[in-house]
């Protein structure tokens, strides 16, 4: 892929808002050829002409299901039937195969630890009722709440004995 055409998708870099960093935004473009994944419609010479990230909003946003032109993606959304020519697309979504990745479930039961940091670097604290980063204004989230928003592969159990070892949220090692 042309570093131009790399750099208009990175230009505000919209895939933060689905947890994925510029990196695995990359490794799905290159996986999909630049092309939608279920009409093989070329795409991403033009600003309007982009592909689009497609999530499972029953999920959550952070549960990317792959890159679709904008038609494609208007035509999969929660509250129509799936079409038939989508079924093999939707069939195998990108996002559990990162689970099953990284050996984590898609509901994993809420750590022992009082802290945890998610994918923009957040530090949320468990309270009595919730979670909360400390903010006057954050409304305090279940455990639930908080996995649906960023996903279980963006939220790492933090330890303030070893914050060294923590890089971009991730835990290292």
């Known amino acids: ?5 790399a750099f208009s998708y990175h230009e505000k870099c919209r895939h933060w808002r689905y947890g994925l960093t510029c990196r695995q935004f990359d490794q799905l473009l290159d996986a999909c050829g630049g092309i939608c994944q279920t009409s093989a419609r070329p795409c991403h ?5 982009r592909l689009v990230i497609d ?8 549960a990317v299901r792959g890159l679709l032109c904008q038609v494609c993606n208007s035509w999969l959304r929660y509250d129509r039937a799936t079409p038939e020519w989508a079924a093999g697309y939707l069939a195998d979504p990108w996002w559990p195969q ?7 479930p898609a509901s994993p039961p809420e750590p022992a630890t009082t802290r945890v940091l998610d994918f923009y670097d957040h530090l949320w604290f468990r309270r009595t009722a919730g979670w909360s980063t400390g903010h006057k204004k954050c409304r305090l989230l279940t455990w639930p709440e908080l996995v649906r928003r ?3 592969h963006n939220l790492t159990p933090y330890t303030q004995a070893s914050p060294a070892a923590i890089i971009r949220g ?3 090692g």
């Open 150 to 152: 960023f996903g279980p």
């Open 45 to 49: 010479r033009e600003p309007g002409d």
């Open 170 to 172: 991730r835990v290292i």
């Open 1 to 5: 892929m042309a570093a131009s055409q």
């Open 55 to 62: 999530h499972d909003y029953s999920v959550g946003d952070w």
């Open 98 to 104: 990162v689970l099953r990745e990284r050996n984590l």
